[in-house]
């Protein structure tokens, strides 16, 4: 008789496939949820365009624990929490001048008289407020729901640096580190939402 008990163990169940997230899903400025939809923010020109090798949400804890004498630091009630840290990444396979301007992030989309037929993209000396982008938005697949999931990220703009590497059998690319912003009116709400499908 074999010491070790063989029977399978697995979390799934027969609901475990519908929370399957399915597939890369797609990248989108100022999306408004309940209004737009994936389609309507295609045909908007909202989405940041074609992606390749999938992206990135995180959404970081920055705290401290106080100090109390006599306690261990972990002691439970005793974690201050002091701001939320946010980024939506994603690698930009399809690459315009907005595309190559946002992620510059300072920079100013302009035309030349001496030159035609060319969208001119000049960096700034500075970040101003309108470079900051009201919201990016990932949206995804859920395998048991109509409706998408949507990850919202506010006051955003690409930390990255911009790095163009053309090369053979290859197709060039952007990548996009978005950072989400507290609104200096509103100190008290973390910069990005989850929008997650209820179960039927």
């Known amino acids: 008789m074999s010491i070790f008990n063989t029977k399978r163990m697995t979390g799934m169940t027969e609901k475990t496939v519908e929370h399957f997230v399915l597939g890369a899903g797609v990248f989108a400025k100022d999306f408004i949820p309940g209004t737009d939809t994936y389609e309507s923010a295609k045909t908007a020109g909202k989405l940041l365009g074609a992606t390749t090798g999938g992206g990135e949400f995180k959404a970081a804890k920055v705290g401290h624990y106080?100090?109390?004498?006599?306690?261990?630091?972990?002691?439970?009630?005793?974690?201050?929490?002091?701001?939320?840290t946010t980024t939506m990444q994603a690698t930009v396979k399809e690459l315009t001048a907005d595309t190559i301007a946002a992620a510059m992030t300072a920079a100013k989309k302009t035309t030349e008289e001496s030159v035609t037929g060319y969208d001119v993209?000049?960096?700034?000396?500075?970040?101003?407020?309108?470079?900051?982008?009201?919201?990016?938005?990932?949206?995804?697949?859920?395998?048991?729901?109509?409706?998408?999931?949507?990850?919202?990220?506010?006051?955003?703009?690409?930390?990255?640096?911009?790095?163009?590497?053309?090369?053979?059998?290859?197709?060039?690319?952007?990548?996009?580190?978005?950072?989400?912003?507290?609104?200096?009116?509103?100190?008290?709400?973390?910069?990005?939402?989850?929008?997650?499908?209820?179960?039927?």
């Open 66 to 84: 106080s100090q109390v004498d006599g306690a261990p630091e972990n002691t439970k009630g005793l974690y201050i929490l002091d701001y939320w």
């Open 121 to 200: 993209i000049v960096p700034k000396s500075a970040i101003e407020l309108d470079d900051y982008t009201e919201n990016v938005t990932y949206i995804g697949r859920l395998v048991g729901s109509e409706k998408p999931i949507i990850i919202q990220i506010f006051n955003a703009f690409n930390t990255n640096d911009l790095s163009i590497q053309p090369k053979d059998n290859d197709e060039a690319s952007v990548q996009v580190i978005f950072a989400g912003h507290y609104d200096p009116s509103d100190l008290e709400t973390p910069p990005y939402k989850i929008y997650w499908p209820k179960e039927a």
